[in-house]
């Protein structure tokens, strides 16, 4: 990837029976560290590079440029891009690569904008439901405050006509 101007870290899903999309182009969200990039994921078996037959997953990083040899890294995907496919040669698949990273950034941003449409939504859902709670609160509070004072007041009514039956007699 390096060579053609997409540097990958080469990635080895660490468990023989680890489920591993089909082959093809997607667009990813990589975590390093806690640190979250958009990139782009390949898996294949590099048709392009005929001296390479064995199935590779690799990813490059986008806005990245750190050595990470044994670290971990979480991929997420977000959407497949296209299928893998041979090409006449490495200019074709650099041409190629640079339209897969316009495409795969071009996804990313529609996710981060429908997350932060959807975080925003239960922001809104959250206050709303506040709002709801406290007005709940106020009117028993205040249906409370009108049953004490119609108590009090018919306490003080009874206590009136007590003390006037007594002063009666």
Do not use: C, W
Request: net charge negative; proline share 3%; charged share 35%.
């Amino acid at each position: 990837g390096a060579k053609i101007g997409f540097p990958t870290a080469n990635l080895d899903p660490g468990h023989k029976h680890k489920l591993i999309p089909p082959t093809g182009i997607f667009a990813v969200k990589v975590t390093h560290q806690k640190q979250t990039y958009g990139g782009m994921l390949y898996i294949g078996d590099r048709p392009t590079l005929e001296e390479h037959s064995n199935i590779t997953i690799e990813v490059n990083i986008f806005d990245f440029d750190r050595q990470i040899y044994g670290d971990r890294l979480k991929l997420e995907i977000i959407e497949r891009v296209r299928d893998d496919m041979k090409f006449e040669s490495l200019e074709e698949l650099s041409a190629q690569l640079a339209k897969d990273k316009e495409d795969s950034l071009r996804i990313l941003e529609q996710e981060k904008k429908a997350e932060e449409e959807r975080l925003a939504a239960e922001k809104a859902a959250a206050e709303a439901e506040r709002k709801a709670a406290e007005k709940a609160a106020a009117e028993r509070a205040a249906a409370e405050q009108a049953a004490a004072e119609k108590a009090a007041a018919e306490q003080a009514a009874a206590e009136k006509a007590a003390a006037e039956a007594e002063a009666e007699k």
